[in-house]
């Protein structure tokens, strides 16, 4: 039987920030991952300003996330026939004080397990340890219930348990076991990697298409000085009838390039030939865009939820990952505020379900690609003007309003103080 102060169920992006904020503000914790090895799995993805303000608070460097990645500098939609939609400069381009970073997921990751490792020391994060459920006990504490690889079972006792155990969480599953299944709107993402030339101003991020067929690419590395390429991140995407559910077993497998290039037989221009691009991948994985209906809350007692298993969402707005980073931080403050007691987990519920909520839903609607749906929906996605199709000042409401919704508002997040003030301990450092 283990006891520690805060118990975190899984070792992703989210349970790994949490085990870093937990540190840095004095609070010790075990992380049970299920996975036997941390492998840097993955493709992009983009860590927002509002993120990447909170790794710099954490200690993480620039030069540490240059090697996982690249500052974004700009984000862009194009139509069909290769006119520009709409783009708008990214990160500190566009004011914030903070890049945007596009990096490759798993060396992230992997960024992040160094650093646990190196402030928490090895026996932090307990590989090949599944959490199958909790029991909330008479005392206020919390048990979790672990699933160890060699087949054995443990138990682990805390003033808390942190549900960090991403989208099939088993932690969300006990505390609303009527939860629907998990929720398909028919489009299927196959992504990967290509080392190639950054296109526009070199660390662009493009969606090309219409709303039920599109692509996404932007690199995730540096050039390398001697070729002058980078690793390009991509995403193509088809819509297709749902009514019968997701056939294929799994969420997310390898696939051939044959089986899906031909969604993109003609998407070749002189600027870009999508063809070519998916064909020069190393390899591709298939996974259906998937989210979870909301739920009223977050919060069980001396459980919470955090990161994708509170709010998987659709990656339409690129705010998953930063989100669970965001989460970890809001929970950080709250427990500065009210120490590692229930309090706290109900303040960090009360700031953040409701409102993220709304997001899981917005982004279901399309997220920033809606501005693709209204070129189909007005001139069926092929243009000579974009402004004859969509003045300037509605594109540019649509995308503030996306904007604010997701805590990117520029004016906001650069004059907002720090989550969690310098050097700011938990009220007494444990539980109470
Ligand atoms: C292998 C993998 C690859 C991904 N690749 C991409 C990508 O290419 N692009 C993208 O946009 N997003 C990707 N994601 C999702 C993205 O990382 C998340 O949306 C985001 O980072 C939120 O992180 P999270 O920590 O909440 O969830 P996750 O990143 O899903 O992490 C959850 C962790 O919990 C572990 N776990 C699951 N169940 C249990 C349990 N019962 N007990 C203990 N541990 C458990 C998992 O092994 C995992 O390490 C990937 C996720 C994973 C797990």
Redesign the pocket.
């Known amino acids: 039987m283990t006891k520690s102060v805060v118990i975190i169920?899984?070792?992703?992006?989210?349970?790994?920030a949490t085990a870093l904020t937990l540190h840095q503000i004095g609070v010790p914790c075990t992380v049970?991952?299920?996975?036997r090895e941390?492998r840097p799995?993955?493709?992009?993805?983009n860590l927002q300003p509002n993120a990447v303000r909170e790794l710099y608070d954490l200690g993480f460097t620039e030069q540490e996330l240059d090697r996982v990645g690249l500052p974004a500098k700009e984000w862009a939609l194009v139509g069909l026939n290769g006119n520009d939609i709409y783009s708008e400069p990214r990160g500190q381009l566009a004011g914030y004080k903070w890049s945007q970073y596009a990096v490759h997921?798993?060396l992230f990751?992997m960024l992040l397990h160094e650093k646990v490792m190196e402030r928490c020391g090895p026996d932090v994060v307990r590989l090949g340890?599944?959490?199958?459920g909790y029991a909330k006990n008479s005392d206020g504490s919390v048990s979790a219930f672990i699933e160890h690889a060699d087949g054995s079972t443990s138990e682990a006792t805390g003033a808390v348990l942190i549900g960090?155990?991403?989208?099939?969480?088993?932690?969300r599953a006990q505390m609303h076991p009527d939860q629907p299944p998990i929720h398909w709107g028919g489009a299927v993402m196959w992504?990967g990697t290509t080392w190639g030339k950054p296109i526009r101003t070199g660390a662009s991020f493009v969606g090309l298409g219409t709303h039920r067929h599109r692509m996404v690419f932007y690199p995730i590395s540096q050039p390398d000085p001697k070729t002058g390429l980078s690793m390009i991140n991509w995403i193509a995407e088809v819509t297709m009838d749902n009514s019968e559910g997701w056939k294929q077993s799994g969420w997310?497998r390898q696939v051939s390039i044959d089986d899906f290039v031909h969604h993109f037989d003609n998407w070749i221009w002189d600027w870009l030939d999508v063809p070519a691009l998916l064909r020069q991948a190393d390899c591709a994985?298939e996974n259906p865009m998937i989210d979870r209906d909301p739920v009223p809350t977050w919060r069980d007692g001396p459980v919470l939820l955090?990161?994708?298993?509170a709010h998987?969402m659709y990656?339409t707005g690129s705010n998953?990952?930063s989100?669970?980073i965001v989460d970890a931080r809001i929970l950080g403050a709250t427990m500065v505020e009210h120490g590692v007691t229930q309090d706290a987990l109900a303040a960090y519920d009360a700031k953040l379900c409701g409102p993220i909520s709304q997001l899981i839903l917005r982004n279901r609607g399309a997220g920033p690609f809606g501005l693709l749906n209204m070129v189909d929906e007005r001139c069926g996605g092929t243009f000579d003007n974009i402004d004859d199709v969509i003045p300037p000042n509605e594109r540019a409401e649509f995308m503030a309003g996306y904007r604010a919704a997701a805590g990117f508002a520029i004016e906001q997040l650069n004059k907002a103080p720090r989550t969690i003030p310098s050097g700011a301990r938990a009220s007494d450092g444990r539980a109470h």
């Open positions: 169920a899984g070792g992703g992006i989210g349970g790994l049970f991952e299920s996975v941390l799995l993955g493709v992009g993805i997921r798993g990751h340890s599944r959490v199958s960090a155990d991403g989208i099939h969480s088993a932690v992504r997310f994985f955090l990161g994708d298993a998987a990656p998953g990952g989100q669970a």
